[in-house]
């Protein structure tokens, strides 16, 4: 699978569509397209477009689309991963750019109690979001939240399967043991916390609102090797 150009819905036009100014140099300068390559190009909100490039400039490429197909690479159904902003911009990047390849629909950063840094790059994250999207054959770019709290999130999404990541607390399931029960199509919604861990009062909101304790094993995993092992816990779920 070749990495797919992006862009936005409002560069398609009548059939054709012009890449945007980074897409093309990096179609015409560094890949080296000319009239009459197919690519394929995205568009972040799950079109997905075979495109004939007619006009390969040094500063525009066009091109007319010859084939189009909906939300290619997408999971079946929605996956919240709300997780706590890290102190360390690069591991919550690493985290955000991975997230995406494992199919999360949304990414929730969460401002906990624990939370050292509770701000981020927004446009930073959504850049390297997109790049993750057309890497990895995906064809909608997940969304980004502002960061808000625990609670907030479990109030936003009450019709989702909550799972609130611990560490510790008796009588937990696996998250892997936790997803059999449900069909592989269900929306949820994973909650990990900061390099710190939740707050006990935290763990309580999330079980008051319905969010089910799991472990991901018997090892203290950093938050982002948490958020991932997570996340891929529902894609392989998803993947059957
Ligand atoms: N509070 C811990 C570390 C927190 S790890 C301490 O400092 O001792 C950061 C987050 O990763 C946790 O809040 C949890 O959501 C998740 N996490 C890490 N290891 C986990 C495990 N084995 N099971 C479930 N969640 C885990």
């Not at 890290?86 to 997230?99: D, F, N």
């Not at 969460?110 to 993750?132: C, F, G, P």
């Not at 997803?179 to 861990?197: D, M, R």
Request: proline share 7%.
């Amino acid at each position: 699978m070749t990495t797919a150009f992006y862009a936005p819905p409002e560069q398609f036009r009548g059939g054709r569509v012009m890449l945007p100014p980074s897409e093309t140099r990096h179609a015409v300068r560094a890949l080296r397209h000319r009239p009459g390559d197919e690519v394929v190009v995205v568009d972040g909100r799950g079109g997905w477009h075979r495109v004939r490039l007619e006009h390969t400039g040094q500063k525009q490429a066009m091109g007319t689309v010859v084939a189009s197909a909906q939300n290619v690479g997408e999971p079946e159904g929605p996956c919240i991963l709300a997780a706590g902003v890290l102190h360390k911009r690069s591991r919550y990047e690493t985290l955000v750019e991975k997230a995406v390849e494992l199919g999360v629909t949304t990414i929730v950063p969460l401002a906990t109690t624990r939370t050292e840094r509770a701000t981020i790059r927004h446009d930073r994250l959504h850049n390297l979001m997109i790049a993750a999207t057309k890497q990895c054959g995906r064809s909608r770019v997940p969304n980004l939240t502002a960061p808000c709290s625990l609670a907030q999130v479990l109030v936003r999404y009450p019709q989702l399967t909550a799972f609130c990541c611990h560490e510790s607390g008796e009588g937990r399931a696996a998250l892997p043991a936790a997803l059999q029960a449900i069909p592989a199509s269900t929306g949820v919604l994973l909650a990990i916390g900061p390099e710190g861990g939740f707050a006990p009062h935290e763990v309580a909101i999330a079980q008051r609102a319905g969010a089910r304790l799991v472990h991901l094993g018997p090892r203290r995993l950093r938050a982002e090797t948490a958020a991932l092992t997570a996340a891929g816990a529902v894609a392989l779920h998803r993947a059957g």
